[in-house]
């Protein structure tokens, strides 16, 4: 188990169900299969920037500090191709993690993750339907 996919697997949870305790958070840890001690999730839950609210754990997010996905877009996007569940972006050289990065920002839900190579983004969706409505909505910004 990396620590990458256990810290993947707290945001999941406390995303989907109210976790008011670090007692909480390890039991349905180990009821996904992750066992942990208090020690580690102490250091997941400071590394993640998690903060203890009324309404459980929750995420701190940060200030917003690179470019929007509209500026992005307009910067470095030359194509927008659907392959059946999937949005193939194509950029600039070089500009496809910037791309994916702003899109992974907007936290759609139809999108399920981006890949991003050198000058492609895979936008991988829940299905066809939702593939569709995210390449309308990014062609949406191609339009302005």
Known sequence: M???????????????KKIGTQEELARELKEEGIETTQVTLSRDIRELGLAKTADGYREILPDPTGP????????????????????ILKTSTGSANSLAVALDQEDWAEVAGTV??????????WDNQRAKTVQERLLGYVNQ
């Open 2 to 16: 990396t620590k990458n996919y256990r810290q993947g697997q707290i945001l999941k949870l406390i995303r989907t």
């Open 116 to 125: 991003a190579g050198d000058d492609t983004v895979l936008v991988v969706c």
């Open 68 to 87: 929007s996905l509209a500026q992005v877009m307009a910067e470095y996007l030359l194509d927008v191709r659907l392959a059946q569940n999937m949005v």
